[in-house]
């Protein structure tokens, strides 16, 4: 429905506006999916097993302590690589261009 919805307001939006609630749904989606695969399923199954009398041990624990830390690191690492702002800002390419354009300007102004 969200798509529907964002493809019939292209129209009233700008190229770019539409381009950005493209991509922030989708790190929406990220983030909801992270914690679901990254959390609750491991989480889930460590419940679960000894009802159907699976033995897990005990390392299982270091594995539940693993995926719920895991998780404070997943998805904010979810959200700069599915964010092209934030990904330019943590991997300063934006700096980068600009050197870029600077150094092309004073080649142009010297020659």
Do not use: H, W
């Not at 609630?21 to 460590?46: D, H, K, M, N, W």
């Amino acid at each position: 429905m969200i798509m529907k919805k964002l493809n019939r307001m292209t129209s009233k939006m700008s190229r770019k506006t539409s381009n950005l609630q493209i991509e922030l749904l989708r790190a929406l989606i990220v983030q909801t999916v992270i914690p679901i695969f990254v959390s609750f399923v491991p989480c889930l199954f460590c419940y679960i097993a000894p009802m159907f009398n699976i033995d897990l041990g005990r390392p299982i624990n270091y594995v539940e302590g693993i995926a719920l830390g895991a998780f404070a690191f997943c998805d904010p690492m979810a959200i700069v690589i599915c964010l092209p702002v934030f990904r330019q800002r943590v991997m300063c390419q934006e700096k980068q261009s600009r050197l870029d354009s600077l150094s092309k300007s004073v080649e142009n102004t010297v020659t």
